[in-house]
């Protein structure tokens, strides 16, 4: 089995940064995309950045500038750094690795349980 955990998440004021972290453990042979999803009271989840290999992230229009995906060399781990933050960017956060192998052969979609990112003042 696959776990991700994230860390993280907290409350801070607009304009201020945050940054989260997802460590994946498990029976894992490779990871070659990971991503980040949001979802707000209300909303439908959706997608705020991802990142495969050497080629150049994906983000979401209203992050784009202000957010920064990013993986640790050799581990199946990513972070996002948050800078700017607006009370829009309220959500809970979640991680996601689409496609895990695993040493098993078998490949499977994975999500994280999620953490809470509140922009208020």
């Known amino acids: 089995q696959v776990q991700l955990v994230e860390s993280g998440g907290g409350l801070v004021r607009p304009g201020g940064s945050l940054k989260l972290s997802c460590v994946a453990s498990g029976n894992i042979l490779r990871i070659d995309t990971m991503a980040w999803y949001r979802q707000a009271p209300g909303e439908e989840r959706e997608l705020v950045a991802s990142?495969?290999?050497?080629?150049?992230?994906f983000y979401d229009y209203s992050v784009k500038g202000r957010f920064t995906i990013s993986r640790d060399n050799g581990k199946n781990s990513v972070n996002l750094q948050m800078n700017s933050l607006k009370p829009q960017d309220t959500a809970v956060y979640y991680c996601n690795a689409p496609e895990v192998l695993m040493t098993n052969g078998r490949k499977s979609a994975y999500w994280g349980q999620g953490t809470q990112v509140t922009v208020s003042s």
């Open positions: 990142i495969t290999g050497s080629y150049p992230p």
